[in-house]
T-cell receptor, first 115, second 112 residues
């Protein structure tokens, strides 16, 4: 089975711009979660989608948004980019997303640099 | 605010030794825990999951969970230089939880 894929892998933007990142989950997985990883804060949860519905959102400003399509693919958008948004953005997929035996598998990530 | 605490290290062990990585969590209602390994510049990859009190073994890896003490650990036996990485402990929370809360990770160096 193919793993989680993310595009693009690397991105350079300037302050004030917006960016869209894409994630394709493992085939059959219906839950997609997004995380931001920075050296200072570590891995932090952004939001989670299941069947095109956002079920949970982390403590990030409204500039961060996402959506999920009917084929479970997901996108996240960051508007009005700030220098502090430079990070590795990770997508993870799981079968249902609920606790218990449901495991999240991570994609390779998108490295975003904001200049 | 749920928290997961890990010693940031670095933890250095000689090749062939046992590496012991520890993690504590704040939410008493949490039920599921995961250990991920992350090599520099790469994304986290799953090593083990654990849901019940006690030990769970998978090859050279043993995860231990003590819900009364809110403590999770990972033992790596016969450590190899290829085990050198950052190890992330994650708490998936209680029933119906949809997110992972991660510790900051422990950097392990296995010295040949």
């Amino acid at each position: 089975k193919a793993g989680v894929t993310q595009t693009p892998r690397y991105l350079i933007k300037t302050r004030g711009q917006q960016v869209t990142l894409s994630c394709s989950p493992i085939s059959g997985h219906r839950s997609v979660s997004w995380y931001q990883q920075t050296p200072g804060q570590g891995l932090q949860f952004l939001f989670e989608y299941f069947s095109e519905t956002q079920r949970n959102k982390g403590n990030f400003p409204g500039r961060f948004s996402g959506r999920q399509f009917s084929n479970s693919r997901s996108e996240m958008n960051v508007s009005t980019l700030e220098l502090g948004d430079s990070a590795l953005y990770l997508c993870a997929s799981s079968f249902t997303g609920t606790s218990g035996t449901d495991t999240q598998y991570f994609g390779p990530g998108t490295r975003l640099t904001v200049l | 605010q749920k928290e997961v605490e890990q010693n940031s290290g670095p933890l250095s062990v000689p090749e062939g030794a046992i590496a012991s990585l520890n993690c504590t969590y704040s939410d008493r209602g949490s039920q599921s825990f995961f250990w991920y390994r992350q090599y520099s510049g790469k994304s986290p990859e799953l090593i083990m999951s654990i849901y019940s009190n006690g030990d769970k073994e998978d090859g050279r890896f043993t995860a231990q969970l003590n819900k009364a003490s809110q403590y999770v650990s990972l033992l790596i036996r016969d450590s190899q230089p290829s085990d050198s990485a950052t190890y992330l402990c994650a708490d998936q929370g209680g029933a119906g939880s949809y997110q992972l809360t991660f510790g900051k990770g422990t950097k392990l160096s296995v010295i040949p």
